[in-house]
């Protein structure tokens, strides 16, 4: 079964700073990667995803991610992070097991945003 | 906005008891998920339905279960609830295939007393 984990739980940047939040994977394949935001009183939405082509992705809002396969890992950064930015972030990994599709998130990054 | 929506928005409910939550889907899309997100947590993939079928499911025991109906609309239903069934619960909807963005609704805030 796949597995995500997101090591930093919380994360504080000044407005303007660079930005990674890392995302480690388990998965025997090259599985389905998402990085989605929730803010408060929000749903969630999808900045990006990526499952093949390019290791590096474009997404909304500025941010990009990078696939390592190496390293199992989908890091996502932003050059300049604005106050708005302030959320939880999430990494998600989509695959097919036993039971059909399957989505397995991460514990989320909190980021916050010093002015 | 994305034009899914979740009912009710708070449920109080005691432990024993069951539940329906509701989810109406984007027009066209054919492939509902139902996820569960304690306070301070990740998601957690529930099931997942296409065209009226249970097509995956995460490591939730039977007492959950759900429906797809052919007008967009779904159900997650709870039976026998538990304290630890409290949680903000989540549905999404995509036009199907594993790699097309799920576009989540607001969630149903239950809590099980």
């Known amino acids: 079964a796949q597995s995500v984990t997101q090591p930093d739980i919380h994360i504080t940047v000044s407005e303007g700073a660079s930005l990674e939040l890392r995302c480690n994977y388990s998965?025997?394949?090259?599985?389905?990667l998402f990085w989605y935001v929730q803010s408060p009183g929000q749903g969630l939405q999808l900045l990006l995803k990526?499952?093949?082509?390019?290791?590096l992705v474009q997404g909304i809002k500025g941010f990009e991610a990078e696939f390592k396969r190496s390293q199992s890992s989908f890091n996502l950064r932003k050059p300049s992070v604005h106050w708005s930015d302030a959320a939880e972030y999430f990494c998600?990994?989509?695959?097919?097991?036993?039971?059909?599709?399957?989505?397995?998130f991460g514990p989320g990054t909190r980021l916050s945003v010093l002015p | 906005e994305t034009g899914v929506t979740q009912s009710p928005t708070h449920l109080i409910k005691t432990r024993g008891q069951q539940v329906t939550l509701r989810c109406s889907s984007q027009s066209g899309h054919n492939t509902v998920s139902w996820y569960q997100q304690a306070l301070g947590q990740g998601p957690q993939f529930i099931f997942q339905?296409?065209?009226?079928?249970?097509?995956g499911r995460g490591n939730f025991p039977p007492r959950f279960s759900g429906l797809q109906f052919p007008n967009y609309s779904s159900e997650l239903n709870v039976n026998a609830l538990e304290l630890d069934d409290s949680a903000l619960y989540l549905c999404?909807?995509?036009?199907?295939?594993?790699?097309?963005?799920?576009?989540f609704g607001p969630g149903t805030r239950l809590t099980v007393l």
């Open positions: 998600a990994v989509g695959a097919i097991d036993n039971y059909g599709q399957n989505f397995v």
């Open positions: 339905y296409y065209r009226e079928e249970e097509n």
């Open positions: 999404a909807s995509n036009p199907g295939g594993l790699g097309n963005e799920q576009f």
């Open positions: 998965y025997g394949a090259t599985p389905y």
């Open positions: 990526y499952f093949s082509g390019d290791t």
